[in-house]
């Protein structure tokens, strides 16, 4: 669809749109918009809406503001359309999206974390690189009752019961996506009662980011009308599988997927070789954008299929890595793997800025030639310590507490982020840490469960 003002005003009207909401996602998460009567279009089609710049100062408890983020409650910010972006709300008619970039006195905010995304992209684009990615979400659909909020079924991985039982709602999530032109590419019910798995196809890395946006305001908005709460909480039940988000990756050149390479070190190429290698050596740190939530480090736990140990492996999920070997064997001559899997990634993640750290990472790799350790084929919790050390494999940090220091100490992190956006978004992480490390799981699911 053309973007300038008169086609948007015409699919406006034609939808019978009444409030187009201009959407941004904070430093917690938290997905917020301020929406804009479509009579008054003309005046809000370049310059959005405002909110105050103290947005990207709040922690994910509370609207309060961290002053370690450098932001006082003075100051407006503006959220700036990307038209691109603009879908009609199919579990809200009458209400349209569209996803803004962040505007401070009329240039791109340096805490937009949208516009941290485009500079990643723009730097993979130095490197003569196209990002590819998509996120692989999971999430649990609760309803309440006179026990209070329940899994709307108890069933196993891949149960057809859980199909059946939760038929209605997911074909509505579906038709919701496909109407906004994202397709739905495989469905299987997870392992945790009410815990269910919607794929979606792989695009360039800012559509990946904007659709990961849409879809989790989908799968809530559907939900919602059949009276369901769905939560991507990375940890709901304690004793239950967690909601992972895994981000599956692969590096284009133009029209060329450049992951595998008959002649490379077990089939790969060396470029992704050294932006797997980057990755791996950033995880300590970046899993403070990937897994960002205090609730996240219940979820990343040995044998539980989230990638607690920082190695990669075929097929293996319990690496951090994992490459998925699509139908030939690594040791065919036909082995052609087209993408990896980071599965240290949850819903809880602001998707802009997972995914623009890990390209960043992936492209310190690339620029200091980092070469990828040998791949895992075990359970690495099945291991010894010593083992693990001889492999070289490292657990991954065990509390946000934990990442955040990594990221503190991480330069190359800190320099991509900027000093303006490190600064936020390290003190609303601590901010967070401090207020809910002592939090037990029940009080997490009170705050948390519909924040995400
Ligand atoms: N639920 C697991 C996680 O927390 C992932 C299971 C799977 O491999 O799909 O990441
Ligand atoms: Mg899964």
């Known amino acids: 669809m053309q973007t300038d003002i008169s086609n948007i005003s015409k699919h406006l009207q034609k939808n019978n749109i009444k409030f187009v909401r201009v959407l941004f996602c904070d430093n917690a998460n938290i997905i917020r918009s301020k929406a804009f009567h479509v009579d008054v279009l003309t005046e809000h089609f370049d310059k959005g809406v405002s909110i105050t710049v103290a947005q990207q100062a709040f922690p994910v408890m509370y609207d309060v503001v961290v002053p370690e983020t450098g932001i006082a409650p003075v100051g407006e910010a503006w959220i700036v359309p990307d038209w691109s972006t603009l879908n009609v709300l199919p579990y809200a008619p009458t209400h349209a999206r569209v996803i803004g970039n ?4 009329g240039d791109p905010w340096s805490l937009c974390p949208r516009g941290f995304l485009k500079n990643a992209i723009a730097k993979a684009q130095d490197f ?29 991985f891949a149960s057809t019961l859980g199909m059946d039982i939760n038929c209605a709602v997911i074909n509505d999530i579906t038709d919701a996506l496909a109407a906004q032109s994202i397709q739905v590419e ?3 019910p997870e392992s945790g009662p009410g815990q269910h798995e919607i794929s979606i196809r792989y695009s360039d890395a800012l559509q990946t980011a904007d659709r990961q946006i849409a879809f989790r305001e989908t799968v809530r908005g559907v939900a919602l009308k059949h009276g369901l709460t769905a939560s991507f909480m990375p940890k709901v039940f304690e004793n239950k599988a967690g909601n992972g988000c895994h981000l599956h990756l692969s590096l284009w050149k133009g029209e060329e997927n450049i992951i595998s390479d008959p002649d490379g070190i077990d089939g790969i190429s060396k470029t992704a070789r050294s932006f797997m290698a980057g990755i791996l050596e950033h995880l300590p740190a970046l899993m403070t954008l990937t897994t960002p939530s205090v609730n996240s480090y219940r979820r990343i736990s040995p044998h539980s299929w989230s990638g607690a140990f920082r190695c990669w492996g075929f097929d293996n999920r319990e690496a951090a890595i994992r490459v998925p070997t699509s139908f030939a064997s690594p040791s065919s001559s036909n082995f052609s793997p ?25 492209l310190d790799g690339i620029k200091r030639g980092l070469k990828l350790g040998k791949q895992v084929s075990v359970d690495p919790g099945h291991l010894s310590e010593t083992e693990r050390e001889k492999l070289g494999i490292d657990s991954l ?9 990594n990221l503190i100490n991480n330069n190359m992190l800190k320099n991509a982020l900027g000093p303006d956006l490190f600064q936020a978004l390290i003190a609303v ?16 699911v009170k705050i948390l469960l519909s924040r995400y």
């Open 128 to 156: 003569g690189l196209q990002v590819k990615a998509a996120f692989e979400n999971e999430f649990y659909l609760l309803k309440s009752n006179s026990d209070g909020i329940v899994p709307t079924d108890d069933t196993v």
């Open 429 to 444: 992480r601590q901010a967070e840490w401090e207020g809910m490390k002592n939090m037990r799981i029940e009080e997490e």
């Open 338 to 362: 087209s993408h990896f899997e980071l599965k240290t990634v949850d819903g809880a993640a602001n998707p802009y800025l997972a995914l623009g750290s890990v390209i960043s990472a992936g």
């Open 186 to 188: 495989r469905y299987h």
């Open 397 to 405: 940090p065990i509390s946000l507490g934990n990442a955040n220091v």
């Open 102 to 105: 962040i505007f401070k006195d």
